[in-house]
């Protein structure tokens, strides 16, 4: 059984990749760091032991206190340019603690590292948000995790708590696309449950050491490789 420490546990993303944690006979421990309480922590959970605290600065210690130390490492931690005051601060903050976390991770003993970036990552895009997240990816990969585990998911459809005009305008599209056919969405767009199945079973698997050949050291699972994981439970 696993020990699990997971960043960004309140988000639309993050929410899932707690309950399904938790949900999993496999991992024996989750715990979670973040800004505010996560909903799953409203209810007794046995397995569950959270750090609220407003103070990042704090978050990579707490991090590498733990004990025994986490044998995977999940971030889905992420803001947006609008809460951060502009692309710059988002950089800041997302870029900034996602490389810290992770290289904490990595120096209390971490074997496994998941990321949930984003479709189109690339550190030599034009565009910056995508530019961001393949930085964010690349500084990961150098930390030389013995797995590391990346999630490329597409427009993320589902209900968000916060406002993101433009994003709702997709998953809207996304889930009327979904009501016809699945496979009018799915090559683009999946749904926030899915991707945090698709985390949970890869960080698993890639523990294991059950990872596709030629991803031995880094797998990148893109839109169709997040459905096939994240429905893989309900096969």
């Not at 996304?174 to 056919?181: I, P, R, V």
């Not at 596709?212 to 994240?230: C, F, Q, R, T």
Request: hydrophobic share 40%; net charge neutral.
């Amino acid at each position: 059984m696993a020990n699990v420490a997971l960043l960004g546990c309140t988000g639309m993303v993050g929410s899932h990749i707690l309950n399904n944690l938790l949900a999993n006979p496999s991992v024996a421990r989750v715990d979670t760091i973040s800004r505010r309480t996560p909903q799953a922590a409203s209810a007794a959970q046995a397995k569950l032991s959270t750090l609220v605290s407003d103070d990042t600065s704090r978050w990579a210690s707490e991090l590498s206190s733990l004990s025994p130390p986490p044998a995977i490492f999940i971030s889905s931690f992420g803001t947006t340019r609008a809460n951060a005051g502009g692309f710059d601060n988002q950089y800041k903050v997302e870029h900034g603690l996602n490389v810290e976390m992770a290289r904490a991770a990595r120096d209390a003993g971490t074997k496994v590292y998941v990321l949930i970036s984003s479709g189109g990552a690339s550190k030599d895009s034009y565009f910056a948000y995508p530019r961001m997240k393949g930085e964010i990816e690349e500084e990961v990969k150098a930390l030389g995790f013995e797995r590391t585990v990346i999630l490329r998911p597409g427009v993320i459809a589902g209900q968000r708590d916060e406002s993101r005009p433009v994003e709702a305008v997709f998953r809207a599209v996304a889930g009327f696309a979904g009501k016809l056919h699945s496979g009018l969405k799915d090559g683009w767009a999946q749904e926030a449950d899915v991707i945090g199945k698709a985390a949970v079973n890869a960080a698993l698997k890639a523990l294991e050491g059950h990872v596709p050949a030629g991803s031995e050291k880094v797998w990148v699972l893109n839109g169709s490789d997040i459905i096939k994981y994240g429905m893989e439970s309900e096969n």
